[in-house]
Nanobody, 127 residues
Framework: VQLQASGGGLVQAGDSLSLSCRAS????????MAWFRQAPGKERDFVAA????????SYTDSVEGRFTISRDNAKNTVYLQMHSLKPEDTAVYYC?????????????????????WGQGTQVTVSS
C-alpha cells in the first residue's frame, strides 16, 4: 500500500491550492479516504473525509465552505481543493486510507481509524 501526496507549496493568504494523493496497492474504491494536517508543535487534526462511493463527506468546521474533498476512483486519487487560504491553514497535510470492507458510505474523522498514511506535503500560507 502506498499513498503519494503532492501539491503543497507557499501561497499568500486568500490564494488557492490543490492537493492530490495517489494511491496504489489496494482496491481504492473500497477505502474511505481523508486529509489530516499537523502544524508545528500541534497534534494531527482532521480536515476532511470522503467515503468510498463519495456519497458521504465531512469537513472540520474551520474549512467548511473553503475546502472541497473529492475522489476519482478510476485514477485511484483523492483531492483536496483549498480556497481562501489563511495563515492558520499552514501545516503538513497528510492523506490517509482505511478499508471499510465494501461499506461504501462509511468514513472516519478520527486519525486512529486510519491504517495507511501518505508522507505529507507542506502547505504554507503567508499573511
Amino acid at each position: 500500500v502506498q499513498l503519494q501526496a503532492s501539491g503543497g507549496g507557499l501561497v499568500q493568504a486568500g490564494d488557492s491550492l490543490s492537493l492530490s494523493c495517489r494511491a496504489s496497492g489496494f482496491s481504492f474504491s473500497y477505502y474511505a479516504m481523508a486529509w489530516f494536517r499537523q502544524a508545528p508543535g500541534k497534534e494531527r487534526d482532521f480536515v476532511a473525509a470522503i467515503s468510498g462511493s463519495a456519497d458521504s463527506i465531512s469537513y472540520t468546521d474551520s474549512v467548511e465552505g473553503r475546502f472541497t474533498i473529492s475522489r476519482d476512483n478510476a485514477k485511484n486519487t483523492v483531492y483536496l481543493q483549498m480556497h481562501s487560504l489563511k495563515p492558520e491553514d499552514t501545516a503538513v497535510y497528510y492523506c490517509a486510507a482505511q478499508d471499510v470492507y465494501s461499506s461504501s458510505s462509511v468514513y472516519y474523522t478520527d486519525s486512529t481509524a486510519y491504517t495507511y498514511w501518505g508522507q505529507g506535503t507542506q502547505v504554507t500560507v503567508s499573511s
